[in-house]
């Protein structure tokens, strides 16, 4: 079981690196760097804040886009390609595929983000000129956008585990955006009363909440990451991801291959 | 065939499924514990309106809604937790009427709530005054702005004349409120008196729809009646003392003198305290937000004799 | 007494049935199988035949586990196609496959051998020895998919079908995008296969393949089994035609009355008559002093008995 399911991860994971999409979208994230680099020149003395705001708002919204591409490939693609019967007509279980899939695609995920931080350090280290203890709270930062690919990914293929592949992107990127704001749908929850106020607030549990992995300004600011949110959004990004992979598994499990 | 191997699977995954969910939603739980207000701090992320605009791209009414809802929400967070400063008011409401210059709700609301001395408000009449008439600006048939204006100047700024002058504006409106000519004419004569005041809260509760404006004016309104009815009460205690020489310690001697009817009782329905010195105070002082009279000397809250506020 | 049949069949549908409910709102059932009751044998070639859109493909995906039936069972290498070990023992190549466009044969063969669980020490000789057997020539092994034509993609999908060495080879037009030269060697490789002991059910609509390969074959059309059995035997039920020779144009006319298309060179002539009617035609020959040259029975091919069976002009590459 194990076996097989990393020879999938891995697998997923050869196939979506040699993608060449995948490296488009990275040089736009680079662009973005480098733009905001030179927009801090414009306005004087908040280059670092703004080289920050603004790059790490460039590698979520890319690295957003990028798991979404990759994320409905998984599944709906395969599917449409025929690629999938060749797989599934030996000994390998329908979960299993769902859940080395994903593997593989964290697995880009990390590579991907890896890349970007580093393009991230080199535009911080030219504008800074060396780097300061207090640069420890970008990784944080953007370690939690690392939790919200994982997330978005594993909406991505459960999405994709019962819909074409344009449906599930698009679906995938309307949660994105509604998930960002689900802070205040929590909000309107608590002023609204009776049934809209229990069910606004089931939504606002139901949808992922990415407002919470959101910490850019804060670390653009300069404030330092409590270790608990460090903590508890590594367990809700993670159980909100296998959840979704759980679901992405279930439906896959039973579903008629056309 | 669904095979016993499948319904196996299918139900492990379901329970897990679940698990995990359950799991899930106790960490977004812990998380909101953690950090109640992060979004309410980073909500000024984009701190320039006109960005703001051109960025939401044409959903303007949608953002403006938004950020109606922050500022209401950061408003009453931090005033739960008896904050001193809001400083983030202001912006908040000036980017939801730069959105939606015609969202009206803002502008009240921060008539109230930007002008009022902490930790009921962020103590910025000023700024309550630049927002309001920028939505004067904006929407110029609007009585019930000029109503505001004319409040702020009075209440909190003790600007009379100006206060008289907004009423006026408002009054020559088409469809404006009756009331607003009666106000100019009282503003000019009796601004700083308590009778103006609670004219002014009275129409503030009557006009407006939203329940914070609204709850607030009530507190006011109250607060309106101790301040007039324990000058009254004291008056009646110094005459008591006048005609019998004793310094009473109840009120019942008074009853007995026909000078009171019964118990007198503040509008949150406790007795007035009737002290040696003949000061007459509220049971609960910690219960009052607004009075000024009837109040313990050591509160620190000065004891006045007029209503105006500070210059 | 013990059924040995049982022992020795590698697949058996009982009223195997597939339904396809098409469109959301008022769903109207498409019977894709309507209810199919075969067996293949251990060790046999057996060919799997029908126009396109018979429900050949359907019924490989309601066999391989991809698809759920909607009503019939069937057994495959005498157990249950969800179990993984029976799973392990079969090779499959659907229609037109395609695969990962960013690997080499050799990559994607490793990546089917490791889900195969072939032995990671086996592995490299394995798919080289694969890989050779289905004619792909060395330098191609490291390049990418995405530059394959579809014959050498139709290669590597033979390869991976056979690379964890099953006992049963399922495989869906597997001629499909061969050049005769490319279809010649597939044919070697099945009988290759059929020789090592392995069984091969393979579904076609060439019929002059199946004709040369199979030991049985079946014929489907419209979601029904039409003809089951022995090649030779179903080519035999089919009543063949003589070809007649012989000297005499005066007779021409004669044969022509009697509805016979007579086709004349100088003095000879020559007509197709169908076997029931030999007798008559010799006989109305010799009544006209006509001389025989020849009576030769003609071939039926198993396009005849095709042809019989589906009652409608089929696609046939020859």
């Not at chain 1, 280059?47 to 798991?67: C, D, K, P, W, Y």
């Not at chain 3, 490319?182 to 059910?201: A, K, Q, S």
């Not at chain 3, 044969?255 to 016979?260: D, E, N, P, Y």
Request: proline share 5%; aromatic share 10%; charged share 20%.
């Amino acid at each position: 079981m194990i076996s097989r399911i990393r020879a999938i991860a891995f697998n997923t994971f050869r196939e979506a690196i040699r993608d060449r999409v995948l490296y488009n979208l990275i040089v736009f994230a680079f662009l973005m760097i480098g733009a905001s680099l030179l927009l801090g020149q414009i306005t004087i003395g908040v280059e670092r804040q703004l080289l920050i705001n603004l790059g790490l708002t460039a590698i979520s919204i890319f690295g957003v886009l990028i798991a979404i591409f990759i994320g409905i490939g998984l599944v709906s693609k395969e599917i449409d390609k025929r690629t999938l019967y060749t797989v599934l007509s030996r000994p390998v279980q329908r979960w299993e595929f769902i859940v080395g899939k994903y593997f593989g695609l964290v697995g880009t995920l990390v590579v991907n983000a890896g890349l970007m931080t580093l393009g991230f350090f080199v535009a911080l280290l030219y504008l800074m000129h060396r780097l300061q203890p207090s640069d420890t709270s970008i990784l944080a930062a953007i370690y939690f956008i690392l939790l919200q690919f994982m997330m978005i990914t594993a909406i991505a293929l459960l999405l994709s585990s019962f819909s074409t592949p344009i449906e599930s992107a698009v679906l995938t990127f309307a949660i994105f955006v509604v998930g960002s704001f689900s802070e205040d749908l929590r909000n309107f929850a608590e002023a609204a009363k009776g049934t809209t106020h229990y069910a606004t607030l089931a939504l606002s549990y139901l949808i992922p909440n990415f407002a919470t992995m959101n910490y850019i300004a804060p670390v653009a600011r300069g404030n330092p990451v409590p270790g608990s949110l460090i903590l508890y959004n590594t367990l809700y990004g993670l159980l909100y991801a296998a959840t979704a992979v759980c679901g992405a598994s279930l439906i896959f499990q039973n579903r008629n291959l056309k | 065939m669904r095979t016993h191997p499948n319904r196996a699977v299918s139900l492990t995954l379901t329970a897990l499924m679940v698990l995990m969910f359950v799991g899930s939603g106790w960490a977004l739980g812990r998380l909101r514990a953690v950090r109640p207000n992060t979004n309410l701090e980073d909500v000024l992320y984009i701190p320039s309106a006109k960005v703001l605009k051109r960025m939401s791209l044409g959903y303007n009414g949608l953002l403006a809604d938004i950020y109606w809802t922050r500022a209401v929400q950061y408003f009453g967070a931090r005033h739960w937790r008896h904050a001193r400063d809001y400083d983030l008011l202001f912006p908040l409401l000036d980017i939801t009427t730069q959105l939606d210059p015609h969202l009206l709700v803002a502008y009240r609301f921060g008539a109230t709530f930007l002008a009022q001395e902490p930790p009921d408000g962020a103590g910025q009449p000023e700024k309550a005054v630049e927002l309001i008439e920028r939505g004067i600006k904006d929407n110029p048939d609007e009585w019930r702005l000029y109503f505001d204006l004319g409040f702020v100047y009075s209440m909190d700024l003790g600007d009379y004349q100006a206060a008289a002058n907004a009423f006026l504006r408002g009054s020559q409106l088409p469809h404006t409120h009756p009331f607003l000519k009666i106000m100019a004419a009282q503003m000019a004569q009796h601004g700083g008196e308590l009778q103006t005041a609670r004219m002014l809260w009275q129409t503030t509760y009557d006009t407006t729809d939203d329940v914070a404006i609204k709850a607030n004016a009530r507190l006011h309104l109250q607060a309106l009646e101790v301040d007039e009815t324990v000058p009254k009460l004291e008056e009646l205690v110094r005459q008591y003392k006048e005609r019998t020489g004793i310094q009473p310690t109840t009120f019942f001697p008074l009853i007995q003198a026909g000078l009171l009817r019964r118990i007198p009782v503040d509008p949150l329905g406790m007795p007035y305290k009737l002290l040696p010195d003949g000061h007459v105070e509220v049971q609960d002082p910690e219960a009052w937000s607004f009075i000024r009279r009837g109040l313990p000397p050591e509160t620190g809250k000065k004891d006045q004799a007029d209503q105006s506020t500070k210059p | 007494m013990r059924d040995i049949r049982k022992v020795m069949v590698t697949i058996e549908t009982r009223n195997l049935e597939k339904t396809y409910r098409v469109g959301f709102w008022r769903a109207k059932p498409k019977v894709a199988l309507r209810p199919l009751t075969l067996s293949v044998d251990h060790g046999e070639i057996f060919g799997y035949l029908g126009p396109n859109g018979a429900g050949k493909t359907t019924t490989l995906k309601l066999l391989m586990g991809l698809a759920e039936p909607s009503g019939g069972s069937f057994t495959i290498l005498g157990g249950d196609i969800t179990d993984p070990a029976i799973r392990a023992q079969i090779g499959f190549l659907p229609e037109q496959p395609y695969f990962y466009d960013y690997l080499t044969p050799l990559e994607l063969l490793n990546y089917f051998a490791a889900l195969s669980a072939v032995p990671a020490k086996e592995r490299t000789r394995r798919i080289d020895a694969t890989l050779k057997r289905v004619g792909l020539q060395e330098d191609a092994w490291t390049t990418q998919l995405r530059k394959f034509s579809k014959g050498m993609l139709q290669r590597v999908g033979l390869a991976q079908a056979i690379v964890h060495e099953p006992k049963l080879v399922v495989l869906d037009e597997p001629m499909s995008g061969l050049d005769p030269m490319g279809r010649r060697e597939v044919r070697d490789l099945i009988e290759e296969l059929h020789h090592e002991g392995r069984t091969v059910f393979f579904s076609t609509h060439i019929l002059s393949d199946a004709e040369a390969l199979c030991d049985r074959v079946a014929v489907l059309s419209r979601g029904e089994l039409k003809g089951i059995g022995v090649v030779a035997d179903l080519i035999g039920s089919v009543k063949g035609n003589v070809e007649i020779m012989w000297h005499g144009a005066q007779t021409v006319p004669t044969l022509r009355g009697l509805g016979l298309e007579v086709h004349t060179v100088g003095e000879t002539a020559r007509a197709v008559v169908p076997e029931a009617q030999v007798d008559k035609v010799i006989d109305a020959l010799r009544a006209h002093q006509a001389k025989l040259i020849a009576v030769t029975p003609m071939r039926t091919t198993l396009e005849d008995y095709f042809l019989a069976k589906i009652g409608a002009p089929t696609e046939v590459a020859r």
